[in-house]
């Protein structure tokens, strides 16, 4: 089955009205399964609304920014998600469209390089006939998301995708290791498996053998923070999850079996299988027949869905900490 476009929604909520109206155009779309929608509507009672929406922007394929003056003066939708959505945008890792719903000084800003929607960026409110604005949006986000479907099913099983929302959990980490000029080793990636409720990590382990998912967390969290922070940064300039050995064993796992996207069983196969000091780490741990023992229960682990509200218990405080500072 075709996948369906990821379509994230940030707007000022002093234009909420208008973002309803949009929803009713793009009505069809979602009808026809060419698009799954996502706002901040959606976040469920309790959940962290700012990890909720930070993990659905690091998520989806593409990204309206609705813009007007009330966008353009709020700090989190100006600072903190038009700024990621443009870092995405330029990685390649998604397609941003700024949607200019009221009249507002936007063409100089860091989104001003973007093509606009309605054409030649006329605000939705200087239309005498709102309905036509909006059909014009809808008409140029269709046409984008056919441009989207395409190189999606171009890339073939050879480039099987990260599982959305792993994908965004691993992408808080990584852009917080590039923040903080530490780079991703893959004892970092092990523990973001490790860390994730009910995961797949945690449960082998614990079949394994009782106590001995905390005992590795330690020895992880120790690891990490003993990591030295000088020189870190220029290796996310060109960062690419593919081009990490375990992830593209993950792809050769999940293409084997038949999956349309690598999950966290396949990832975390994928870093016990690829030689590399955690692998002989995890040897001299375990050693050798226990580790191929845990090798054949992550095989054999049912997967269980990831919270898609928000990031892992270790993230999350990072974040938080962050946040504070």
């Not at 700024?98 to 100089?108: M, T």
Request: glycine share 6%; aromatic share 6%; with cysteine.
């Amino acid at each position: 089955m075709e996948e369906s476009i990821e379509v994230f929604l940030s707007y000022a909520h002093r234009d909420k009205a208008l973002l309803d109206r949009l929803l009713e155009q793009l009505a069809l779309l979602k009808r026809q399964k060419l698009i799954g929608i996502w706002h901040d509507s959606e976040i469920s009672a309790g959940a962290d609304w700012r990890q909720a929406i930070t993990l659905h922007l690091n998520t989806a394929h593409l990204i309206l920014l609705l813009i007007s003056p009330a966008f353009i003066a709020s700090e989190y939708c100006y600072s903190q998600g038009m700024t990621r959505a443009v870092e995405r945008h330029d990685a390649g890792e998604a397609r941003v469209i700024p949607i200019i719903l009221r009249p507002v000084d936007w063409h100089d800003a860091p989104f001003g390089k973007l093509q606009a929607l309605p054409p030649d960026g006329k605000p939705v409110t200087s239309w005498s006939n709102r309905d036509a604005a909006f059909l014009a949006i809808t008409q140029g986000i269709r046409t984008s998301v056919e441009e989207l479907r395409g190189d999606l099913q171009g890339k073939g099983s050879a480039s099987i995708p990260i599982d959305r929302t792993l994908l965004a959990i691993l992408n808080l980490q990584k852009d917080w290791c590039r923040q903080k000029n530490v780079p991703f080793h893959t004892p970092i990636l092990l523990l973001v498996l490790l860390e994730m409720a009910n995961g797949v990590a945690r449960r082998a382990l614990e079949t394994l053998r009782s106590g001995l998912a905390a005992e590795l967390e330690r020895r992880l969290k120790s690891y990490v923070a003993a990591v030295p922070t000088s020189g870190a940064g220029s290796s996310f300039s060109d960062f690419l999850w593919e081009e990490r050995a375990d992830v593209r064993l993950a792809q050769r796992r999940a293409m084997e079996e038949g999956s349309a996207t690598v999950t966290e069983r396949h990832l975390f196969l994928g870093i016990l299988e690829t030689k590399s000091n955690t692998q002989q780490g995890l040897k001299d741990m375990l050693g050798e027949n226990d580790f191929r023992r845990l090798i054949q229960i992550v095989r054999d682990t049912a997967i269980e869905p990831l919270d898609s509200n928000g990031p892992t218990p270790w993230i999350r405080d990072l974040l938080q900490r962050d946040l504070l500072q």
